[in-house]
């Protein structure tokens, strides 16, 4: 079974400054990562994915994450924070299969 | 395109009820999930169709139950209805994932609040 833990329910930068939103995956069989950003009272938006084709995958708006099997883990960056990047953004892993399970989410404030 | 179409996108119900939500996924797609996020659980899945058929179950009762049309299009049904069934319930779509197309398209939600 596969599983996702994200680091830090909270995170909060300043305008201008590195975002980096923590993930670490557990599955048995080679996984499909994903991170979606969620706005108040919205459904998801698929920010990025990693099918195995490239570990550092590039994403909408700026973001961008790379996939160290070593480290089992998927981080979330982007190098300049702006306002309109608060969210919540989860971390998502599938076996192939459609079943995918979710991290708890990590809330991120952008302070002016 | 139109996106992931959720109907209602709010309801109230009280315990013992039950409820029908609907989702229309994105034209093409033939594969609809469902999950269910709370603040305590957070997002928790359900269940997936494909071309009609339940391919994939989550960890839920059986008062949660769905089914999806020749179209594609899919409703999940809550049985007598209980105050932790509130939540905010999300419908995703994807393509085939045979290919390796497994981008899951989601809709804005039909929050549910159990009185």
């Known amino acids: 079974a596969q599983s996702v833990t994200q680091l830090g329910s909270h995170v909060s930068v300043s305008e201008g400054a590195l975002v980096l939103l923590r993930c670490n995956y557990s599955?048995?069989?080679?996984?499909?990562l994903f991170w979606y950003v969620q706005y108040p009272n919205q459904g998801l938006q698929l920010l990025l994915k990693?099918?195995?084709?490239?570990?550092l995958v590039k994403g909408i708006n700026d973001f961008e994450a790379e996939f160290k099997k070593s480290e089992t883990s998927f981080h979330l960056t982007k190098p300049s924070a702006h306002m309109s990047d608060a969210a919540e953004y989860f971390c998502?892993?599938?076996?192939?299969?459609?079943?995918?399970?979710f991290g708890a989410g990590t809330r991120l404030t952008v302070k002016p | 395109k139109a996106g992931v179409t959720q109907t209602p996108r709010y309801l109230i119900k009280t315990r013992g009820q039950q409820v029908t939500l609907s989702c229309s996924p994105i034209?093409?797609?033939?594969?609809v999930s469902w999950y269910q996020q709370t603040p305590g659980q957070g997002l928790q899945f359900l269940f997936e169709?494909?071309?009609?058929?339940?391919?994939n179950k989550g960890n839920f009762p059986g008062r949660f139950s769905g089914r999806q049309f020749s179209n594609s299009r899919s409703e999940m049904n809550v049985s007598t209805l209980e105050l932790g069934d509130s939540a905010l319930y999300l419908c995703?779509?994807?393509?085939?994932?045979?290919?390796?197309?497994?981008?899951?398209?989601f809709g804005p939600g039909t929050r549910l609040l159990v009185l």
């Open positions: 599955s048995s069989v080679p996984p499909y």
């Open positions: 998502a892993v599938s076996a192939g299969n459609n079943d995918m399970r």
């Open positions: 034209s093409g797609h033939r594969s």
């Open positions: 169709y494909f071309s009609e058929t339940q391919r």
């Open positions: 995703a779509s994807s393509l085939d994932p045979a290919g390796g197309q497994e981008t899951q398209y």
């Open positions: 990693y099918t195995s084709a490239a570990t």
